[in-house]
C-alpha cells in the first residue's frame, strides 16, 4: 500500500476514535488516542469472545477496539513513555520511541529512518537494500530470481531469446552468431554478411550465399586448395586412372610416363623393354640373360656347386660320391618374373616330369625358399604339378624355390628325387 493511502486511512480510523473516547484531536495529520496514564492495558480483542462479527477484523487500541474489514490495516499509534506494553517487559531499559516502527523523532516531527544506509537491515550479501517509508525491502539484482533468502542468477539462454547462439554471464547473457553473419540492431537476431561486398578474398569471381560466399574460376581454370585462388586445371589430380605410372601435366593438357625399363604403349599404358632381346644389356658369353620387370639379370650358364657337376642344361649329384646320399639327384634352374601386387591365388610354374619309371609314384613339394608361406604346390596328377601364390607380394623381391619331385616304386624299392631350382623376380610396380 502507498504511504499516501495508509496516511488518509489512518485520518478517517483517529477520527472514528475521535467519536469514540471524546477526545479532541491534535493540528497534526495523524490522529492518535492515548489512555489514561493510571489506566490498566486491556486488549479487547483478545479478552472480548468474538468481539467482531461476521466477515470484520478486531482491531485493539488505546481505551477500546475496532471493528474494520479483514482486508484494513492501520499504523498503531506510539505508546506512552510511561507505558510498558507486557511484549516489551524485557526491553524496558531501551530509551522511548514515540514514533510507529521505522521512525525517529526529529523535533516535533517523525523521519523515516534509512535502515539501508544505516545498515540496520537483514538483506543477503546477494541481495539490494531498497528503503521504503518506515521500512526497507531487500530485492534481487537485476537478471537474478529469490531462491529463499539467496539471490539465484536466471539463466536466460533457456527462453531461447537469441536466433544463434546464447552466452548467459551472471544477472545477464550475450547473444552470438554463426561465422557468416552478425548481430542485428536488436542484439538478438543474426542477419547475413555479404562477404563479396566487403572485400570477400577471391581471385576472379565471387557469389554471397546465405552465411558464407563462395569462389568460382574462369573456365579453363579450378579452384585451388584454399578456396580463393583460380589455378590451372590439374587434369592429373581428377584420378589416379589417367596414368598407368605417372600424369604430368601441362598447360591444357596432360601426358603420361612410365618408369625406366618400361616404354609407353599407346598413351597411358607402360610395358616392359625386353633388354635382353633389344641387345640393351650388359651380360657377357659366360652369362645368360633373363628379363625381369623393368630391367635385367645376368646369370651364370654353369652355376652347378659341390657335389653337383654340370651335365647338358642340368646339375647332377653321381651316386658314387658319400655326399651325394641325402641328396636330390638332379638340379635344373629356371627363371621367371612377375609383377607386384598380383591377384591371388595365382598359378605360376608348371612343374612336369620329363622320364617315369614303370610303376613309380611321384610327389611334389616345396624343399626349401618359402620361408613365409608365400607359395603352395597344387598337384594336378602323377607327373605334374602347379606352383601356387598364395598371397600378394611386393616388389623388388627375389624368390628362390627348389620345387621337389619324389619318385617312389615299392615294388622294387626305388626311391629317387629331383630339384627345379626356380628363381622368381617380383618386378617394383604392379604392371
Do not use: W
Amino acid at each position: 500500500m502507498r504511504p499516501g493511502c495508509v496516511l488518509v486511512f489512518c485520518m478517517c480510523i483517529s477520527v472514528f476514535l475521535h467519536h469514540a473516547i471524546s477526545q479532541p484531536p491534535t493540528e497534526t495529520d495523524t490522529y492518535t488516542v492515548r489512555r489514561n496514564e493510571t489506566s490498566l492495558y486491556i486488549n479487547e480483542c483478545e479478552t472480548i469472545p468474538e468481539a467482531c462479527k461476521g466477515e470484520m477484523k478486531c482491531f485493539n487500541h488505546y481505551g477500546g477496539y475496532l471493528c474494520l474489514p479483514r482486508s484494513a490495516s492501520v499504523i498503531p499509534a506510539p505508546e506512552p513513555p510511561n507505558q510498558i506494553h507486557p511484549s516489551l517487559e524485557n526491553t524496558a531499559s531501551e530509551p522511548f520511541n514515540p514514533c510507529p516502527p521505522g521512525f525517529e523523532p526529529q523535533g516535533d516531527s517523525c523521519v523515516d529512518v534509512d535502515e539501508c544506509e544505516q545498515d540496520s537491515h537483514d538483506c543477503q550479501p546477494s541481495q539490494q537494500c531498497f528503503n521504503t517509508e518506515g521500512s526497507f525491502s531487500c530485492q534481487c539484482p537485476d537478471g537474478y530470481r529469490k531462491v529463499g533468502t539467496e539471490c539465484i542468477d536466471i539463466d536466460e539462454c533457456r527462453y531461447r531469446y537469441c536466433q544463434h547462439r546464447c552466452v548467459n554471464v551472471p544477472g545477464s547473457f550475450s547473444c552470438q552468431c554463426e561465422p557468416g553473419f552478425q548481430l542485428a540492431a536488436n542484439n538478438r537476431s543474426c542477419i547475413d554478411v555479404d562477404e563479396c561486398s566487403m572485400g570477400a578474398p577471391c581471385s576472379q569471381r565471387c557469389y554471397n550465399t546465405y552465411g558464407t560466399f563462395l569462389c568460382r574460376c574462369e573456365q579453363g581454370y579450378e579452384l585451388g586448395p584454399d578456396g580463393f585462388a583460380c589455378n590451372d586445371i590439374d587434369e592429373c589430380s581428377y584420378s589416379s586412372y589417367l596414368c598407368q605410372h605417372q600424369c604430368v601435366n601441362e598447360h591444357g593438357k596432360f601426358s603420361c610416363v612410365c618408369p625406366k625399363g618400361y616404354q609407353l604403349l599407346g598413351t597411358r599404358l607402360c610395358q616392359d623393354i625386353n633388354e635382353c632381346e633389344t641387345g640393351a644389356h650388359q651380360c657377357s658369353d659366360g652369362q645368360t640373360c633373363v628379363n625381369i620387370h623393368g630391367g635385367n639379370k645376368c646369370v651364370d650358364s654353369k652355376s652347378c656347386e659341390e657335389p653337383y657337376v654340370q651335365v647338358s642344361d642340368r646339375c647332377t649329384c653321381p651316386i658314387t660320391k658319400p655326399g651325394c646320399r641325402d641328396l636330390p639327384y638332379s638340379v635344373v634352374h629356371r627363371y621367371m618374373s612377375i609383377t607386384s601386387e598380383r591377384s591371388v591365388p595365382s598359378d605360376l610354374f608348371q612343374i612336369q616330369a620329363t622320364s617315369v619309371s614303370p610303376g613309380a609314384y611321384n610327389t611334389f613339394r616345396i624343399r626349401s625358399g618359402d620361408d613365409n608361406g608365400d607359395f603352395y604346390i597344387r598337384q594336378i596328377n602323377n607327373i605334374s604339378a602347379m606352383l601356387v601364390l598364395a598371397r600378394a607380394v611386393n616388389g623388388p623381391r627375389e624368390y628362390v624355390l627348389d620345387l621337389e619331385m619324389v619318385s617312389m616304386n615299392p615294388l622294387v624299392s626305388y626311391h629317387t628325387s629331383s630339384v627345379l631350382r626356380l628363381t622368381i623376380y617380383v618386378g617394383p610396380h604392379a604392371f
